[in-house]
C-alpha cells in the first residue's frame, strides 16, 4: 500500500507519548505459545502495536526448535499505519490502518539486489513493475509486470517510485489468496519510511535484511500482526 504518507505520523506518536503510551522498545510481543494459532510453521513474526490507535510498537522473529521450544532469533522498533490498526476481516481500502490477523509470506520483492542467503522467492523490481490497487481489475492485490490493461495506474502502485520503502520488502498474505476487492491490497512488511506507513509494517533496513535472510519458505513462516490487548489482541491470532 503506498507509503508515502506521512506528516501526521510523528503528531500522532507524540500525541500518544504524552497519553502515556509505553515506549515501543519496553513492549515487546508475547512467546509465540501464548498466541491461539502460529500457523503450524517453524518460523513465525509477531508485529505488535500497544494499542489499536498506535502507529509504532515492536516486531520479533522467531522459530521452533528441538522439543516444540521457540527461540527468539531477533527483534526491532516497527512502524504501523498512520491511523492505526484495525480487525482484517473488516478493514476497508484507503483507511491507512494496518491489517491484524495471521497471515503467510508469499513471496519477497525488492529494488535492491536480493541479499546473499535469501532463500525465499525474491522478485527484483524494475520500472515496469507494478502492484495492482484497482478494485476493477482482475488482477486486484497482485504484482503486475507491466501494469495490466484493466489496471489504472492511478488506483495502483508503481513500485520503483519508493526507493527507500521497496529497498526490501515482503508479501503479507492479507488479502491475497482470495482477494475481496475493497478489504485492501498491497499490505507488505518492508523498510522504514519518514513516518508511519498507509496500512503495511515497516522496520529499518538492518532489520529487513536479517529478515530475508531467516525466511525459510520450507518452514512455513507466518506473521502475526495484533495488539497487546482488546478485540485486535495478538494472542487471539
Known amino acids: 500500500m503506498r507509503p508515502g504518507v506521512l506528516a501526521l505520523a510523528s503528531a500522532s506518536l507524540l500525541l500518544l507519548l504524552g497519553a502515556g503510551a509505553v515506549p515501543a522498545r519496553a513492549m515487546e510481543p508475547p512467546l509465540p505459545s501464548l498466541l491461539a494459532d502460529t500457523g503450524g510453521g ?3 513474526i509477531l508485529a505488535q502495536a500497544p494499542r489499536a490507535n498506535s502507529t509504532s ?13 521457540w527461540v527468539k532469533v531477533g527483534s526491532a522498533a516497527a ?31 525488492g529494488i535492491k ?8 522467492k525474491y522478485r527484483r523490481v524494475n ?25 489504472r495506474a492511478s488506483e495502483s502502485e508503481r513500485l520503483i517510485s ?27 512488511l518492508h523498510v522504514n519510511g519518514r513516518g508511519a506507513t498507509a496500512g503495511c509494517v515497516s522496520v529499518p ?23 497487546a490487548g482488546g478485540v485486535t489482541a495478538i494472542s487471539q491470532y
Not at 113 to 120: L, N
Not at 167 to 184: D, E, F, L, Q, S
Not at 209 to 220: Q, Y
Request: with cysteine; hydrophobic share 35%.
Open 127 to 151: 520500472g515496469s513493475s507494478w502492484w495492482c490497487e484497482d478494485t476493477r481489475s482482475r488482477v486486484y492485490n497482485r504484482w503486475s509486470e507491466p501494469l495490466a490493461r484493466d489496471c
Open 113 to 120: 539486489g536480493v541479499p546473499s542467503g535469501t532463500r525465499v
Open 57 to 69: 510498537g515492536r516486531l520479533s522473529w522467531w522459530e521452533r526448535r528441538g522439543g516444540g521450544a
Open 205 to 227: 533496513v538492518d532489520a529487513m535484511r536479517r529478515i530475508l535472510r531467516w525466511v525459510d519458505p520450507g518452514r512455513a513462516p507466518h506473521i502475526a500482526i495484533g495488539t
Open 42 to 44: 517453524g518460523q513465525l
Open 79 to 109: 512502524r504501523f499505519g498512520a491511523k492505526g490498526l484495525v480487525e482484517g476481516r473488516v478493514r476497508q481500502q484507503g483507511s491507512y490502518t494496518t491489517p491484524t490477523g495471521l497471515y503467510d509470506l508469499p513471496f519477497a520483492f
Open 162 to 188: 519508493y526507493a527507500t520503502q521497496y529497498a526490501y520488502g515482503v508479501v503479507i498474505g492479507y488479502n491475497y489468496a482470495k482477494p475481496v476487492k475493497g478489504r485492501g491490497a498491497g499490505i507488505f
